[in-house]
T-cell receptor
Framework: DTEVTQTPKHLVMGMTNKKSLKCEQH?????MYWYKQKAKKPPELMFV???????INESVPSRFSPECPNSSLLNLHLHALQPEDSALYLC?????????????FGSGTQLSVL | GQSLEQPSEVTAVEGAIVQINCTYQ??????LSWYQQHDGGAPTFLSY????GLEETGRFSSFLSRSDSYGYLLLQELQMKDSASYFC??????????????FGKGTKLSVKP
């Protein structure tokens, strides 16, 4: 199994809603990442988890809250988002953070904030 | 600072060869990665060069010159399905992202019949 699975594929939410994005991998990878990608732009790093511990928080607003319940799962909790947060949210994994030249990406969640 | 430069768009015809260049400015360089992303899809890893020279994988090859801070992705026998965005990437060497991949702005390749 070389897949990273993300759910949901599409999400529409209001600015007062609370929602969560989910990511799962069963490759035994110990590094997991959240990237944000706006249309026609490159992916931008948001968070990095290494061995289930948050190692990088790239100055992301607190309305985004990551969680890594175990080595296979990664969540991104969303609360009080703004319309400018509409984007494709990509989860990725790699065996370790030191071997991150090859990232395995999920297909993403296309988020629209109304 | 750190920067990656690649052309924003490239157009080629089926069966042709196309080269997508990437120049980078960074210290503490580890290597250059390439990713492909179709519209609406996930980025997928294509290649990684840590040492100078050409790496070949089927129709795709990737080249690196560390002394010139330059690399390229070469796509041969172009097919319509190669129409996608192609990103070069290096490890960030500063700030909160240090050690993690940062991506160039991407090159949109359009393959025409």
């Amino acid at each position: 199994d070389t897949e990273v699975t993300q759910t949901p594929k599409h999400l529409v939410m209001g600015m007062t809603n609370k929602k969560s994005l989910k990511c799962e991998q069963h490759m035994g990878h110990r590094a997991m990442y959240w990237y944000k990608q706006k249309a026609k732009k490159p992916p931008e790093l948001m968070f990095v988890y290494s061995y289930e511990k948050l190692s990088i928080n790239e100055s992301v607003p607190s309305r985004f809250s990551p969680e890594c319940p175990n080595s296979s799962l990664l969540n991104l909790h969303l609360h009080a988002l703004q319309p400018e947060d509409s984007a494709l949210y990509l989860c990725a994994s790699s065996p370790r953070t030191a071997s991150n030249e090859k990232l395995f990406f999920g297909s993403g969640t296309q988020l629209s904030v109304l | 600072g750190q920067s990656l430069e690649q052309p924003s768009e490239v157009t080629a015809v089926e069966g042709a060869i196309v080269q997508i260049n990437c120049t980078y400015q960074t210290s503490g360089f580890y290597g250059l990665s390439w990713y492909q992303q179709h519209d609406g899809g996930a980025p997928t890893f294509l290649s990684y060069n840590a040492l100078d020279g050409l790496e070949e994988t089927g129709r795709f090859s990737s080249f690196l010159s560390r002394s010139d801070s330059y690399g390229y992705l070469l796509l041969q026998e172009l097919q319509m399905k190669d129409s996608a965005s192609y990103f070069c990437a290096v490890r960030a060497n500063y700030g909160g992202s240090q050690g993690n991949l940062i991506f160039g702005k991407g090159t949109k390749l359009s393959v025409k019949p």
